[in-house]
């Protein structure tokens, strides 16, 4: 801090500001602060929004996510596979990666290729879960049946196919 008890890059605030001024300011010095979409208020945050007067804020917690992979061929990392099998290796991918991110409630299920029970699976994790990510069932083909389920069940679907 300057000489002056002011912060670098910030105007200073006056006792001649109201209430508003002084809360939008500190909205953008908040803004500036942080970078990506999530953050945790700490005290000092807490504090400028109580000098402007706000008893309340409006906070949001990470969404529960649910990763949903279809697929009668896929099987768990330890277990042995056959010729026809593969190792489910997005689940445990998505979800890890979920986590590093800092989604630490997840929810990793497997469920096979039948559209009924992809709805049903979707429209029960739906419950619980704010996002719902599918792998597998999206391809173009006798099995591309994941976005008929969805449709069937009321979901929005926000992109459909990603390389991974």
Not at 147 to 162: D, I, K, N, S, T
Request: with cysteine; aromatic share 8%.
């Amino acid at each position: 801090m300057e000489r002056n008890n002011s912060v670098p890059g910030y105007r200073s605030i006056t006792r001649h500001h109201s209430d508003w001024a002084y809360y939008r300011l500190g909205l953008l010095s908040i803004r500036r602060h942080f970078s990506d979409d999530f953050y945790r208020l700490d005290a000092a945050q807490i504090g400028l929004a109580a000098a402007a007067g706000k008893a309340e804020l409006k906070v949001y917690g990470r969404p529960r996510v649910a990763v949903l992979c279809t697929g009668e061929e896929l099987r768990r990392a330890g277990d042995r596979v056959r010729a026809h099998e593969v190792r489910d290796s997005n689940g445990p991918a998505l979800c890890s990666a979920l986590r590093a991110w800092g989604y630490t409630q997840t929810t990793h299920q497997v469920v096979p290729d039948d559209p009924r029970a992809v709805s049903a699976r979707v429209k029960r994790l739906a419950l619980r879960h704010q996002v719902v990510i599918l792998s597998g069932g999206v391809s173009v083909g006798k099995y591309d049946f994941v976005p008929e389920a969805l449709r069937q069940v009321g979901a929005r679907v926000h992109f459909h196919g990603v390389a991974i």
